[in-house]
Structures are given as structure tokens and as C-alpha cells.
């Protein structure tokens, strides 16, 4: 990373390429945020909004900046990223624009004419005051949302708990992730400067992967202080190394939500994406218990992977939550992104239908002759 001109930008080089990527330092006046990223990025904003709340604005008409919070999981979410930034550009062309979380980092995906791209607005240790600081888009995925005091609700899980966030990054190595490469160097936050806000609060631990280490301390609290519990985005061999744990807190009733993301359960499948069949195979078990025990348990999958068939009728009927997202080859286009948007979103109950039972293979040429 080389500074540039002392003006706090930077050149950045990644396998996308290389770009000029601007530091949060950068913004001068008022700044308004808005985001469609995922809850660690959100949260991780929240907290840099209230160490500077008296820059941040909630109506963009006040703003001297306008911030996109961005995702790139797959081509439909960078869709949906582009279009919040073009509707906000049409509507306010005298403002300056940028483009933060993961997708400003995927120099290989072309921007709308001067965005700039933002690096990552974090705050280390700084408490969730005010969440109102930073704008929570809807979920695209699901077309009816509302917000709702039912957490458990379509698209509002989690949306309504404390979010404590305890990290950034991932030490994962799973092949159709990019995580390592937009979210920069895993770090994690030292759980002792947190112990006061976890007291305080109902909690939803955030961070891009929550590690065995994390999982231990955090749950030393809850028992500590007999506080109740979630974890988000537990990667399977993490929760087969602390199921002794994970059962305490269960049957303490202390634990309230246990996401995890398994993503398939084909063999064939896992070992492409560099994931292990047998860990998976007993987080599933973990999971039947733990929901006997009262606990809410989530995951996520990704269907048609790579086209090899994948039953997911056994993680409809095992988890409580199911949320999935359409296999992505990498390659932005946003011609075919559209066409698939309109294919996944708007026949979300054909979709859910199909992959309990089968692959929906070859998607895109599905699609053209769906809708």
C-alpha cells in the first residue's frame, strides 16, 4: 500500500487488480451512510459513526458525502449495491460519493462514473450508542420485508439485537470465498475492553468468523454475568471444537441464536470448496440437540455450486433459518446479473421448492426462459 500525494489515498494492489482507495481520514464535512453490507460491516461502521457522530447526517440532502456500504458475495448483491448508488446519485448529483465495504476492494468490477472507493470505517472498542448513525438497507432477498420486533421474522435476524463486534477478518481458507482479500488482515479485539458492553447488553457477537478462542471467552461471560447469548457466522470445525461449551451455555438457556454457515452437505462439493464433510456431518447433529434444547439455530447455504447436485431437504427440516445464495462464478456482468435477479428474487418460493430437493443447474440459462 503506497500513500499518495500525503492525502490520505492509496494506491492498494490485490488479485483484482490494482486501484486508488481512499482513507476514511479522506472525508471532509458532513457525511451520510448507508449500508448493504453484511451486519459485520454495518456494525463496524456503527462504531466509526459514533466516534465521529458529529460529522454524520441521517438525510442525505445534508450531506457532503454520501457512503455506499457494499457486499460482493455474489453478482446479485453487487446488482443490488449499484443500484442504491445510482438511485442516490440521481437524486443528489451535487454530492461526492463513495463506495466502502467489501465491493470497493474488487478492482476488477467497474464503478459508476466517480465513486470513490473507500477503505474500511472501523473504530476499535467504541460502543453502539446511536445505530441510527448508519442507514440499514432492506435485505433485497426478501421482497416483502418489514422491519419487525419479531427477530426470528424473514430478514430480521439478528437485525434487532445489540451488536457487539469483536473482530474483523477470516483465517478460512475456503475456495469461493474472498473475504481474505477485501476485509484485509484477520484481527481480533481483546475481549477484556469488552467485558463492560457485553455486561450491559443483550449481545450478538460480530465478526467475519468468530474463532474457538472467541467462543470460549465469550461464553465464560454469559455464564459470568448470566447473560444470554447469540453467535454469528461459526464456521463448523469451530463449533465441533467447542460443542462442550456451545452444549453448557444451551442448557444453561444462555444461548439464543447459533448461526452457522455450512453452506452444503454434498461430499463432493465441500471437498471443492475446500471444506470438510465430516465436521459438517457432526455440526449437524450439534444442531439437533442444541434445538432440543431451546436454541435458535440458523445457517447458510449456497445452491447450485458448480452444478453438482446438492439435497438440502435435511438442512430445511434441521435449522430454523435457512438463508441461501445463488452459486457466483466471479465474473461481474451485470446484463446477466439482472437477468438473474429477476429469476432468484421473484420466484424466491419457486426457488426454495427446487432446492430442497434437486440442484438447479446451469442458472443463468434457466432463468432466460423463466421469466
Not at 458529529?54 to 456500504?69: C, M
Not at 470513490?116 to 426478501?142: G, Q
Not at 452459486?327 to 430442497?356: L, P, Q, S, V
Request: a positive charge.
Amino acid at each position: 500500500m503506497n500513500n499518495i500525494n500525503n492525502k490520505k489515498l492509496f494506491k492498494l494492489n490485490n488479485k483484482f487488480g490494482n486501484a486508488i482507495i481512499y482513507s476514511p481520514e479522506f472525508l471532509e464535512g458532513t457525511s451520510y451512510i448507508t449500508s448493504a453490507a453484511c451486519m459485520t460491516i454495518w456494525t463496524e461502521t456503527i462504531g466509526w459513526a459514533n466516534r465521529f457522530k458529529n460529522s454524520i447526517v441521517l438525510n442525505p440532502e445534508d450531506a457532503d458525502n454520501i457512503i455506499v456500504l457494499s457486499c460482493q458475495v455474489t453478482d446479485l448483491a453487487i446488482l443490488n449495491d449499484i443500484n442504491i448508488i445510482k438511485k442516490l446519485i440521481y437524486k443528489y448529483p451535487n454530492k461526492k460519493f463513495f463506495i466502502g465495504g467489501c465491493l470497493a476492494h474488487r478492482f476488477d468490477i467497474k464503478l459508476p462514473k466517480n465513486i470513490k472507493r473507500l477503505d474500511h470505517m472501523r473504530a476499535d472498542y467504541e460502543s453502539v450508542i446511536d445505530r441510527t448513525l448508519v442507514n440499514y438497507e432492506k435485505p433485497f432477498w426478501v421482497p416483502e420485508f418489514k422491519e419487525s420486533k419479531d427477530e426470528f421474522k424473514e430478514g430480521n435476524l439478528f437485525r434487532n439485537m445489540y451488536p457487539l463486534r469483536i473482530g474483523s477478518g477470516c483465517h478460512g481458507k475456503c475456495k469461493y470465498c474472498t473475504i481474505r482479500i477485501t476485509r484485509g488482515i484477520a484481527y481480533n479485539l481483546k475481549p477484556e475492553k469488552l467485558e463492560t458492553e457485553f455486561a450491559n447488553n443483550n449481545i450478538v457477537l460480530i465478526a467475519d468468523s468468530i474463532t474457538q478462542t472467541q467462543i470460549r471467552k465469550y461464553s465464560e461471560f454469559a455464564l459470568k454475568y448470566n447473560k444470554i447469548i447469540s453467535f454469528r457466522n461459526v464456521e463448523p470445525q469451530n463449533i465441533v471444537a467447542t460443542k462442550d461449551i456451545i452444549f453448557t451455555l444451551a442448557t444453561a438457556k444462555l444461548l439464543k441464536v447459533l448461526h452457522t454457515p455450512v453452506q452444503a452437505i454434498n461430499s463432493k462439493v465441500l471437498k471443492k470448496m475446500n471444506r470438510s464433510k465430516k465436521q459438517v456431518d457432526i455440526v449437524l447433529q450439534i444442531i439437533n440437540q442444541i434445538k432440543k434444547l431451546g436454541v435458535f439455530t440458523a445457517t447458510n447455504i449456497i445452491i447450485d455450486y458448480d452444478n453438482y447436485e446438492n439435497d438440502f431437504n435435511e438442512i430445511y427440516e434441521l435449522f430454523n433459518y435457512v438463508s441461501w445464495n445463488p452459486y457466483w462464478n466471479g465474473n461481474f456482468d451485470i446484463k446477466k446479473a439482472k437477468i438473474r435477479m429477476n429469476f432468484y428474487i421473484k420466484n424466491t418460493k419457486f426457488i426454495e421448492d427446487i432446492i430442497k430437493y434437486k440442484v438447479i443447474k446451469d442458472s443463468y440459462n434457466i432463468a432466460k426462459t423463466f421469466i
